[in-house]
């Protein structure tokens, strides 16, 4: 079975200074790893995706994220935020096997940018 | 390019009406979905199609119906609206077929929908 576990439902952080957003995952098979964006009623954006290459996965904006199988966690970092990085974020796990068609989203952080 | 798109936007129904969700994609994915979007719950599947006549169940099924006649289209029915269905829904599509779950998934803007 699959699982993701976004640790922080709320995480605030002033203008200008580090993002760290947690994901813990659970999978039986190798896993394929994603975060995505959603801004105010939008839709939602990929940011980044691991699938088995790089551990240290590069995104759009300025997001990284890295892919720790032993402590089985994908957490999302910035050097520096910005005012239009207030969003909410998704941490989602794929696996192979038979549940190849679904993808099971985090419950969602939701990240604010404080002036 | 449109990539993917919803009808409608916004839709107010009351308890017991029906109806239904479209959803369009251009990229000539094989594969689309639609999930729902609760408060604090994240997104849950409800139905996927890995092609034109082909469809499954997802996690949240119960209450809606859907079929894929065509690559392009995707639309989800409500045959008897219920309070609990008040939620916004978003229909994604992707690449590939069933083993390429690693393929981004493109989203569309969502549909808000309250049922009173």
């Known amino acids: 079975a699959q699982s993701v576990t976004q640790l922080d439902s709320h995480v605030s952080v002033s203008e200008g200074t580090p993002v760290l957003l947690r994901c813990n995952y659970s999978s039986s098979y190798s896993p394929s790893l994603f975060w995505y964006v959603q801004h105010p009623n939008k839709g939602l954006q990929l940011l980044l995706k691991?699938?088995?290459?790089?551990?240290l996965v590069k995104g759009i904006n300025g997001f990284e994220a890295e892919f720790k199988k032993s402590e089985t966690s994908f957490h999302l970092t910035k050097p520096s935020a910005h005012m239009s990085d207030a969003a909410e974020y998704f941490c989602v796990v794929s696996g192979y096997g038979g549940a190849t068609n679904k993808l099971i989203f985090g419950t969602g952080t939701l990240l604010a940018v404080q002036p | 390019n449109a990539g993917v798109t919803q009808t409608p936007k916004f839709q107010v129904l009351k308890t017991g009406q029906s109806m239904t969700l479209q959803c369009a994609q251009d990229?000539?994915?094989?594969?689309m979905s639609w999930y729902r979007q609760d408060p604090g719950m994240g997104l849950r599947l409800i139905h996927y199609s890995v092609g034109a006549g082909i469809t499954d169940q997802g996690e949240v099924p119960n209450g809606y119906n859907v079929s894929r006649s065509t690559t392009e289209d995707f639309p989800l029915r409500l045959l008897s609206a219920a309070p609990s269905q008040t939620s916004v829904y978003f229909c994604?599509?992707?690449?590939?077929?069933?083993?390429?779950?690693?393929?981004?998934?493109?989203f569309g803007p969502g549909t808000r929908l309250t049922v009173l």
């Open positions: 994604a599509s992707r690449e590939g077929l069933a083993h390429k779950s690693y393929n981004e998934q493109f």
């Open positions: 691991y699938t088995s290459a790089a551990t």
């Open positions: 990229m000539n994915h094989e594969y």
